[in-house]
């Protein structure tokens, strides 16, 4: 973290003044500044002394910092007391409970009365928040309100930049943006605040360029009486455009002197400037200037109108790409705002309450009414409904729910009540990793980023040396009056040059990309991903839980000798009953399902690599493959082998029973293709990639799976190194290669694919393997994926191509290129318009990504 704002917010302060203005140590103020930047507005201005904060705030420094830390965006605060602590500026003044800020009872234009007692609020927000729970705000021991998620800002062009609270970022200038947006910030403040200051100025500069600009354009001639009081105004009203409309690219331009990282307000800053001092001097000593400055009238030209307008044109290019670039986080706003606000918990005692989100715990019974969203992650314990999960999947269609089925926190119940028990809470679940991931992916880079930081590394010195040419040709070739036509050309090059789109070509593009994605199920770990996956060719996938459910089921029984169907499933259940191996749970599944009484076993013994072996019912039953008869010296008939190989033909895996000492029947267990898998193949199938099918189960059963869905290439009994060592090889052909799977033997391979891809159904540590999670796991998600990559890249070549040919022809254009063909010179005010409008391309072609077809 480079700097920290202070609590005025108005500046990025040292780490220590953080320290000092939050009345503790740095990182108590740095969690305090986490939270007073979204709700409430401090009009302090300068950041203040640990003394000043405990005094403002009526209690000890900690106490102080906690409540200064909350009052930052919605309310202002003018320096009165809290309740309960005396203040040096009256002592009417109480604390807002929900904030801490101070109000005065006879002015708080709200309050509310509760349990016989007025309490009195700084705006309408926190008295709506103390309506919904009061307790939580009046006990003593209240946990501190949660805090503001957008509370770290960053540079949507350099996010290695990033402070406590918003600001202007060092290198480039811009204003910082939260790295986390919070549906609890008012954050139009600030697009309003630069709407009114454009407004000011236009109302301000268009009587300064009818003045000017009027004679040329219109024809009209003041009277000569009225001729100095004219030139007066429009001068003065220049001014006052120019030194307070044009004082935060003054400032910002200054402040990247400092690290020398000179971006376009540095450009704007030395153009207007000049402009506006040239003109200055020139209007009230114009007897300074040599013969090269004057007309053929022998008067002195002045630019007030250029510099006022320029200012006024890129203000309101700042208000056009502040509102486009808010619309680039409308998909993580959209995302935040699908979790429900409270949740209803039942009690041990069976009485239902509401209760906010945050105080649900993992554990706690809750109710989910139709048409209410599922509040957290977890299980469901009683009630048939069907539940909405397209904010997951992108899927329209309902998916049904009854017990002991999952549920997703933010999905929406539709028509039935369910009963479910909170799993994962808070950061753990699958809303806020989403959130997490999208926001993570939104503030990397990616490769083709390197191209313009290249770039714009020498790009305004390139800029200055170009102004200064020109200024050189145009006093050396020009025609009368030769310094005039230097000076309009210096300043149009300066102006016109625009470093910030190019920046912005790349970043904005991933901004829209990873919130479009998140919104169909796809979450992209950063920038390089989202890039890397438009170019693979070939798709490795694992079998067991990518290309099939991952859930083995009973798939049929086969009877070799007397004992009939019950009775040799009800011994195998019995057998793989203290088993946890999936295979195992499929077999007692399949025995209760069908009502069959599974028995006791004894003298249960498992052999690894081979199966198991018990007592049942008075019975030596043995349950596993080839090697268990082996070890138990059963021969293996050949018509039973045949019989063997049919069913794993069809996919099964196939187990052999044994029951004194003799074989008995066969077991089969099949894990079935998912059901959007064969149109998933058929899709990657017709955008060009050759797909590939990695498994550790039997050759036999993975060519059955193999054959039914038209894989092209094929690889069973391989270890997880081995998988690994495939995708290698792929690799050294020259193939591109993205390999998908679920599982903990996955991660290998994972790791070594251009892209890694994880089933979000499937282990954590495949999906922290992974660049790209299927939320899930459904293989449709691929094509959405890669078409969107695809789209993403061409978004960004479009942005850089814009951005790269604007200012190559843009510069030299201003420089006066046209001047010798057409006897045209670019205004300054034409290159603000060009230079302002720029950046504002970039950012609407990026939003185009949002009506990408998937």
Not at 196 to 201: G, N
Not at 258 to 264: A, C, E, Q, R
Not at 410 to 416: A, L, W
Request: one cysteine or more.
């Amino acid at each position: 973290m480079e700097k920290h704002a202070c609590c005025s917010g108005k500046e990025a302060q040292p780490e220590s003044a953080a320290k000092a203005c939050c009345g503790g140590s740095t990182s108590d103020a740095v969690a305090a500044h986490a939270h007073h930047q979204g709700e409430h507005h401090h009009a302090g201005g300068e950041g203040q002394p640990e003394s000043a904060t405990k005094s403002c705030c009526g209690g000890h420094a900690p106490a102080a910092a906690t409540a200064h830390a909350h009052h930052h965006g919605e309310h202002h605060h003018a320096g009165h007391d809290h309740a309960g602590h005396h203040h040096s500026h009256g002592a009417s003044a109480i604390k807002d409970p929900v904030c801490g800020m101070c109000v005065d009872p006879a002015t708080a234009a709200h309050q509310a009365d509760y349990e016989g007692q007025t309490y009195y609020f700084c705006a309408s927000r926190c008295k709506e928040k103390f309506l919904a729970d009061p307790k939580r705000y009046l006990q003593a021991d209240a946990p501190p309100a949660p805090v503001v998620a957008g509370a770290i800002y960053t540079c949507p062009m350099h996010p290695e930049v990033q402070q406590v609270g918003p600001g202007h970022c060092p290198k480039c200038g811009m204003a910082l943006e939260p790295m986390m947006p919070s549906l609890d910030e008012d954050d139009g403040h600030e697009l309003r605040a630069m709407s009114r200051r454009f407004w000011s100025l236009a109302a301000l500069t268009l009587p300064v360029f009818l003045l000017a600009m009027g004679p040329h354009l219109f024809g009209w001639q003041l009277p000569m009486s009225w001729g100095s009081v004219a030139s007066w105004i429009e001068a003065l009203l220049a001014t006052v455009v120019v030194l307070w409309g044009g004082a935060p690219f003054f400032a910002r331009g200054w402040q990247s002197l400092k690290p020398w990282s000179p971006n376009m307000y540095t450009l704007i800053a030395l153009g207007t400037g000049v402009a506006w001092a040239y003109s200055a001097v020139a209007f009230l000593a114009p007897s300074l200037f040599p013969e090269g400055f004057r007309d053929m009238h022998g008067r002195v030209g002045v630019y007030f109108e250029s510099a006022a307008v320029i200012v006024t044109l890129v203000t309101l290019g700042d208000f056009l790409e502040l509102r486009a670039r808010r619309r680039t986080g409308a998909a993580l706003k959209g995302l935040l705002g699908l979790a429900p606000k409270t949740a209803r918990r039942v009690d041990a005692d069976g009485i239902e309450h509401d209760v906010p989100l945050d105080a649900v715990h993992a554990g706690d019974t809750l109710r989910v009414r139709p048409g209410e969203k599922v509040p957290v992650d977890g299980v469901v314990l009683e009630g048939d409904s069907h539940v909405d999960e397209s904010m997951l999947t992108g899927e329209p269609l309902p998916v049904s729910k009854t017990k002991d089925e999952r549920v997703t926190g933010g999905t929406v119940n539709q028509d039935g009540a369910l009963l479910m028990r909170a799993e994962k809470v808070g950061a753990e679940t699958m809303l806020s990793q989403i959130v997490t991931l999208v926001a993570q992916a939104q503030r990397s880079k990616a490769p083709l980023q390197r191209v313009a930081d290249r770039v714009a590394a020498w790009f305004v010195p390139v800029v200055v040396a170009v102004a200064v040419l020109a200024f050189g040709l145009w006093t050396w070739l020009g025609p009368d009056p030769r310094l005039a036509y230097a000076l309009i050309a210096a300043v149009s090059v300066l102006i016109i040059a625009c470093p910030c789109a190019l920046g912005l070509a790349t970043p904005i593009s991933i901004m829209v990309a990873s919130g479009r994605a998140a919104q169909h199920g796809v979450l992209f770990r950063d920038a390089a991903a989202i890039e890397a996956l438009r170019s693979i060719d070939t798709l490795v996938l694992d079998k067991t839980g990518t290309l099939t459910e991952g859930k083995p089921a009973l798939k049929d029984v086969v009877s070799l000798g007397a004992l009939p169907f019950d009775q040799l499933l009800g011994m195998a259940a019995a057998l793989e009953k203290p088993s946890e191996h999936p295979l195992g749970r499929a077999i007692v599944q399949g025995a209760e399902a069908r009502g069959i009484r599974v028995p006791a076993v004894e003298d249960f013994r498992s052999i690894t690599g081979a199966g198991v072996e018990g007592s049942v019912l008075g019975h030596a039953v043995a349950l596993g493959n080839p090697r268990m008869l082996a070890n138990s010296g059963i021969a293996l008939a050949e018509n039973v082998q045949l019989r063997a190989d049919a069913l794993r033909a069809e996919g099964a895996t196939v187990m052999y029973l044994a029951v004194d000492g003799v074989l008995a029947g066969l077991i089969a267990v099949a894990d079935r293709i998912k059901a959007s898998t064969p149109q998933a193949i058929r899709d990657l199938h017709a955008a060009g990639l050759r797909i590939v099918m990695l498994t550790g189960d039997n050759v036999t059963t993975a060519k059955a799976v193999a054959d039914a869905l038209s894989i092209d290439e094929m690889h069973a009994d391989v270890s997880p190194a081995e998988k690994a060592a495939v995708i290698q090889s792929l690799r050294s052909a020259g193939h591109r290669v993205a390999m998908a799977g679920d599982g903990i033997n996955d991660a290998p391979a994972l790791v070594v694919a251009d892209v890694g891809i994880a089933m979000g159904t499937g282990t954590d540590i495949a999906m922290e393997s992974a660049q790209v999670t299927l939320v899930k796991g459904e293989l449709t998600a691929i094509v959405r994926a890669r078409a969107l990559s695809q789209a993403t890249v061409r978004n960004i070549r479009q942005n850089l191509f814009f951005a790269f040919v604007y200012n190559a022809v843009g510069v030299p254009l201003a420089a006066g290129m046209l001047y010798p063909v057409l006897g045209v010179m670019l205004s300054p005010m034409v290159a603000a318009l060009a230079m302002s409008l720029s950046s504002v391309s970039v950012v609407g072609n990026a939003l185009r990504l949002r009506r990408t077809p998937l």
